[in-house]
């Protein structure tokens, strides 16, 4: 059973920088679709980015151009580089995965295509 757990969620100033990071366990034999969302209370979650070992990374427009997301295939952990962070990134970021899904990645953009969540982990971006 595919577990993932998310850290490095924290307060930072505008224009600052954090990088996220979900520690990816159980069996995926590398096939598996990431996806980063996020979430403001009282909204629907939003998808940020999606990446697999097979398919670039995608972002939402609102982050493209600040938002890295890579995989690590050897350690298994899934990374989300967020610079230049603005008020409205603040959000609790969830990581996401669809085991058997890597040659349909570029195409999950919703929720409801990822089986698999994260806990979350808060990201508060101060003026």
């Known amino acids: 059973q595919v577990q993932l757990v998310e850290s490095g969620g924290d307060s930072v100033q505008a224009g600052g920088s954090l990088k996220l990071s979900c520690a990816v366990s159980?069996?995926?034999?590398?096939?598996?679709?990431m996806g980063w969302f996020r979430q403001v209370p009282g909204n629907d979650r939003e998808w940020v980015s999606a990446i697999s070992s097979v398919s670039p990374p995608t972002y939402a427009d609102s982050v493209k151009g600040r938002f890295t997301s890579s995989l690590d295939n050897a350690t298994n952990t899934l990374y989300l580089q967020m610079n230049d962070l603005k008020l409205e990134d603040t959000a609790a970021y969830y990581c996401?995965?669809?085991?058997?899904?890597?040659?349909?990645?570029?195409?999950?953009?919703?929720?409801?295509?990822?089986?698999?969540w994260g806990q979350g982990t808060r990201v508060s971006v101060s003026s």
């Open positions: 996401a995965a669809e085991v058997g899904a890597r040659y349909t990645c570029m195409r999950r953009r919703r929720p409801a295509y990822f089986t698999v």
């Open positions: 159980g069996d995926t034999s590398g096939n598996i679709c």
